[in-house]
């Protein structure tokens, strides 16, 4: 029997504590937690005892968030080995973990019983966290490992044993709203003044929170097992929602376009203005009109036939200088009218345009006046009047 063999040399044992098993599983990693199988122990089922053992092992190695342990190793020759009782108590459970290095580890025991059946405990030991167990009992004909109705009995009892995959818990941070939380579309949980811890399985989740008088408010989260992550959301009212996903107002757009012509006209006109300055202002024009009367029009007196030199100056460059200051003064008119009216009109466009919701069915009534102000040779100024 498996037990009486199990009592063989001491070097035997401590050999067996160190040998690596055949079994090969999913790495451990951040998100497969380990669990290490010990053998089932038994006094009189030995094939039931080693199917259950690897149906064990099988169904590890398919559980979400869970990886099988490396190593095979005898509940009876760690006993031995360790001098613990039968069954092990919570001292030997420790020193059995340190000795195989595991987090968590998995054993059990099962006997024969009354109508040919096979009863016993499996237990689940997690460090810091004591251990769970569940019992479980099967026909005494189930000695295949790949026997479909052993692998229902061992799913089920792996279910009890670790409650699902592993979790995390997520820290929610949402404002100061009170409300429900959903993940991934379930409700899981509330929130108050803003803040939560609520814990999930292991993978990426969408995180929602709702609250009265808020939009819904999202975002994802990757959650790794017996760990924490936080995710920060900004709720915002639903008259603020409405506002931020409004389409842009074409009116408002229209009038910050004028605004932008306007004063792209203004320049134009400024431009021309000072040309226009700079020729009344230049060197020959200064010394044209040196000894002339104040009230002389050097640009007339150019023009004359009979003027034949003016202070050393020819009277046609006098003439083709006010020609071009002539020019220059009415592009400036123009361009300061066209701008004092896109301006003007831009102004209306951006100080009437409203919200639909504050809209009325008689828009207020506006007045804009555009106030031009030319002076040949001198400049010019621009006035605009509106009026609501």
């Known amino acids: 029997m498996r037990g009486r063999l199990a009592i063989l040399s001491m070097s035997a044992a401590l050999t067996t504590l160190g040998g690596a098993g055949l079994a090969h599983a999913d790495p451990p990693g951040p998100d497969a937690l380990p669990i290490h199988v010990v053998s089932v122990k038994t006094d009189d089922a030995d094939d039931q005892a080693e199917a259950l053992t690897q149906a064990i092992k099988g169904e590890v190695r398919k559980l979400k968030g869970w990886s099988l342990g490396e190593g095979d190793f005898s509940l009876e020759v760690l006993s031995l080995a360790l001098k613990c009782p039968s069954p092990p108590d919570a001292a030997c459970e420790v020193r059995i973990a340190d000795q195989i290095k595991a987090t968590r580890f998995l054993w059990g025991a099962i006997k024969r019983a009354p109508g040919r059946r096979v009863v016993g405990t499996l237990h689940l030991w997690t460090r810091d966290q004591g251990k769970t167990k569940t019992d479980i009992s099967f026909s005494d004909n189930m000695t295949d490992q790949n026997d479909d109705a052993l ?18 818990s997520v820290k929610i941070q949402a404002g100061d709203v009170n409300g429900q939380i959903f993940v991934d579309g379930q409700p899981s949980g509330s929130i108050k003044d803003g803040q939560a811890t609520i814990f999930v399985s292991v993978g990426t989740h969408k995180i929602e929170v709702r ?119 009415a592009l400036q008119y123009v361009f300061y009218a066209l701008g004092a009216v896109s301006a003007g009109a831009g102004l209306y466009l951006v100080l009437t345009d409203k919200p639909k919701a504050e809209e ?9 006046q555009v106030l031009p102000t030319v002076r040949p040779y001198g400049g010019g100024s621009l006035d605009v009047l509106v009026s609501f």
């Open 151 to 168: 692998h229902k009995i061992v799913i089920d009892a792996l279910a009890t044993l670790t409650g699902g995959p592993p979790k995390g």
């Open 211 to 329: 609250a009265p008088g808020y939009a819904a408010v999202a975002g994802e989260v990757s959650v790794r097992p017996n760990s924490s992550v936080g995710i920060s959301l900004t709720p915002q009212t639903e008259e603020q929602a409405r506002s931020a996903g409004a389409a842009p107002s074409l009116r408002k757009i229209a009038g910050y376009g004028a605004l932008v012509l306007g004063a792209g006209l203004g320049g134009a006109g400024l431009y021309s203005q000072l040309k226009v300055f700079s020729i009344d202002r230049s060197d020959d024009f200064k010394k044209a009109r040196e000894n002339q009367p104040k009230t002389t029009d050097i640009c007339d007196l150019a023009k004359d036939p009979s003027t034949k030199d003016l202070n050393g100056v020819s009277p046609s460059k006098i003439s083709d200088g006010c020609s071009s200051a002539s020019t220059f003064g």
């Open 360 to 368: 009325t069915s008689t828009p207020p009534a506006a007045r804009i």
